[in-house]
């Protein structure tokens, strides 16, 4: 057994070699890139400076003549209320329109990854982590059948407060729209949007309901829906395939002690994972995958008698007294997970954003990362623009945000299907084999596991990256599985791992885009410049 594990480690090493030479030609391209960035971003603040110049002879909005605002939001998650803050901050008019203003309360978006707390930054929204008792996240653990391994985000280049934080979701979300609402040209009121106002094919604004029951309309030359993943507006302007793979069961301990501080914990459990993660000072979220889209019954207490007898004895030993107290105490809540690639109707006059647009399953925390990095591209290719009045020659241009915001959002949206998909049990050898594999190859430090992990945390939004370590694990699987003597049996089971590894990565990309992952300098519209006449 020794030797096998040492000749998969050695075909592991030959792996990560070929790894890092892909990477190296990579970071290249990323160079080359990167200097093209830098010419794009120096034209557009150049273009911006121009804009705010002619914006101030004009008048503090320009010639805007459709509606009030400039921009109608609808919603205030999240990506809503960054959103708002943001263009606000621009100059622009905005109309939020949100449902319910109180504090929401729910058991997703309650960790922010560090490329997510990194846009934050860039948005000029890192102080609404302040105030919330949020809790720094510096990495992972990940447990399995008895044994442990630790994952640390690759930090060492960043500021010292740069890292993920754990926090209230509803806390975060009020902390933004207070921001937001503090600026004088940003009105946040609550009603729920009922319809889309479309003339000849292009969106005006909304109609919507007031708090207390008026119907009313508002108009804006461009309409930005962040109504979540419940979105009842999204079907106009995309073409939705959601997948609910599995749900979530919450669970809150009170004065719980993590056997690693600061980190996130993920046991890799039977049927499915189980996370960890401390959201105060005083409390755990914890939250466990069930598969399928059926849950025992909360309510005659299937659900209570489901987590002590099947997943309460795989929980570590130092969290087992409060995961029980916790179960005993009787809160306990259920979420949907959903996944649906962005699969866009380009729509003059309105966009979609958030999750309303684009989901991925929850496992590793990449929602609001993608949520803030779309809304820095967007703002960045708003911030030339004059006015936006012409909807066509708007819409055309805006196509380019499809295609730019591909290499954050697909990485994370892959990652989080691929390894939600080898972290689930599963009767079948080859996929056991898999799984394993994966936790050991986590567990060789190195690259082996801060090429992952910078993944995973959104340092490293490279697809290549990804598709090269997620091809190595299964090729040390293999490599320990045939190691040093192969049989029949064990290549058949071989075939089956790597068979089975392309069967859970490339419907993924294929949902993402081949094209716009990979290769988007190739796609027209990369290069599409702000229109002329806005």
């Known amino acids: 057994m020794a030797d096998q594990y ?3 480690l050695i075909l592991g090493a030959v792996v990560g070699l070929v790894a890092l030479y892909n990477l190296g030609l990579l970071a290249v391209y990323n160079f080359v890139m990167k200097n093209k960035s830098d010419e794009d971003a120096d034209s557009l603040r150049t273009q911006s400076s121009a804009a705010k110049t002619a ?8 010639s805007n003549a459709v509606g009030e605002s400039d921009v109608i939001i609808v919603g205030a998650g999240v990506a809503g209320a960054a959103l708002a803050h943001t263009l606000g901050k621009d100059g622009r008019r905005v109309h939020v329109i949100e449902r319910d203003l109180s504090e929401p309360d729910r058991i997703v978006g309650e960790l922010l990854q560090p490329g997510g707390y990194l846009k934050l930054i860039e948005l000029g929204l890192a102080d609404c982590l302040e105030k919330i008792d949020a809790q720094r996240v510096v990495g992972y653990a990940i447990f399995k059948d008895g044994r442990d391994t630790q994952l640390s985000y690759p930090l060492e280049k960043f500021q010292s407060d740069v890292a993920g934080r754990s926090f209230h979701n509803g806390r975060f979300i009020q902390r933004m729209r207070e921001k937001a609402a503090t600026l004088s040209n940003v009105r946040l009121e609550q009603g729920t949007v009922t319809s889309l106002l479309e003339e000849k094919g292009t969106i005006k604004g909304v109609q919507y309901k007031t708090k207390d029951g008026q119907e009313l309309t508002a108009y804006a030359p461009l309409t930005i829906v962040c109504d979540g993943c419940f979105s009842n507006l999204r079907r106009s302007l995309c073409n939705p395939k959601v997948d609910v793979p599995s749900c979530f069961v919450g669970l809150i301990l009170e004065n719980c002690q993590l056997p690693y501080a600061n980190n996130g914990h993920v046991i890799l459990a039977n049927p499915s994972p189980i996370l960890f993660y401390q959201i105060s000072s005083t409390e755990v979220r914890c939250l466990v995958d069930v598969p399928g889209q059926k849950v025992p019954s909360i309510s005659n207490g299937e659900m209570a008698n489901y987590l002590k007898t099947v997943v309460s004895p795989q929980v570590p ?7 029980v107290a916790a179960i005993d105490k009787g809160n306990i809540r259920t979420m949907p997970n959903r996944s649906m690639p962005a699969d ?22 990449g929602g609001m990362t993608v949520a803030l990095s779309d809304i820095v591209l967007l703002c960045d290719l708003l911030r030339p623009l004059r006015n936006l009045n012409n909807a066509p020659a708007l819409s055309k241009y805006l196509e380019s945000f499809y295609t730019l915001r591909k290499p954050v959002s697909s990485t994370i949206n892959t990652l ?4 939600y998909r080898v972290f689930c049990a599963s009767p079948d050898e ?3 084999e898999m799984r394993d594999a994966c936790f050991d190859y986590l567990s060789l430090g190195g690259l082996c596991s801060s090429g992952p992990i910078s993944l995973l945390s959104g340092l490293n939004p490279r697809p290549l990256s990804l598709v090269v370590h997620f091809f190595a694990v299964a090729v040390y699987a293999v490599g320990r599985l045939l190691l040093p003597y192969p049989s029949p049996y064990r290549i058949w089971i071989g075939a089956r791992i790597i068979f089975g590894a392309s069967g859970i990565i490339f419907p993924i990309i294929k949902a993402e885009g081949v094209r716009q992952m990979f290769f988007p300098v190739t796609v027209p519209a990369y290069y599409r410049a702000p229109p002329a006449k806005c």
């Open 6 to 8: 040492t000749w998969g």
């Open 55 to 62: 914006s101030a002879v004009n008048g503090e909005f320009g």
């Open 317 to 323: 030993p130092q969290i087992y007294d409060s995961f």
């Open 344 to 365: 866009p109707q380009p729509t003059p006059g309105a966009l979609l954003m958030g999750d309303a647009f684009n989901m991925r399953h929850p496992l590793t925390g």
């Open 416 to 419: 989080a299907g691929a390894l």
């Open 430 to 432: 080859a996929r056991r």
